[in-house]
């Protein structure tokens, strides 16, 4: 006869899930600190599927692969100011004053999202490449809000490396 198991055997006392509100990008430049950081959104996959029809069935395969957009949602401080930041990268791909488009070796970029554990140290580590803007939202204003403004950023990226 099985024996049940007790609930002191599932739940271990080394289980330390990963909590949302410990993580940083960084950058290996100075296009956006650290520190404005206010949300992101980790990178999402799709697959295609290939439908191959056959009399009266139907099998599948997998087609092209792609990632999805990210968000990152930032504070706006006075200095350094994100809304400069953000303009300055928009600016390498499109420069709205000349109507200039910029070459994607300058306005793609690539950072890394990492989760920390309660030390701080990371614990989960994407890489991401050849990331560029696709939107920047630069918040409202409130004549009846105390709160910081903030900005929120949509990403497009040609890969994501999952490395820890």
Known sequence: MAQ????????SDSYEPKRQNRWLFEFGDETLPAFIARTASKPSATTEEIVIDYMNTKRYLAGKFEWGTLTLGLYDPIAPSASQKVMEWVRLSYE????????????????????????????????????WITEATFGDLDHASAEPQQIDVTLRFDKAILNY
């Open 4 to 11: 049940p198991i007790e609930v002191n055997q599932m739940l």
């Open 96 to 131: 709205n004053i000349s109507g200039r488009a910029g070459y994607a070796a300058f306005y793609k970029k690539d950072f890394s999202l990492q989760s920390l554990d309660p030390v701080g140290a990371a614990v989960e580590k994407w890489s991401i490449q050849g990331a």
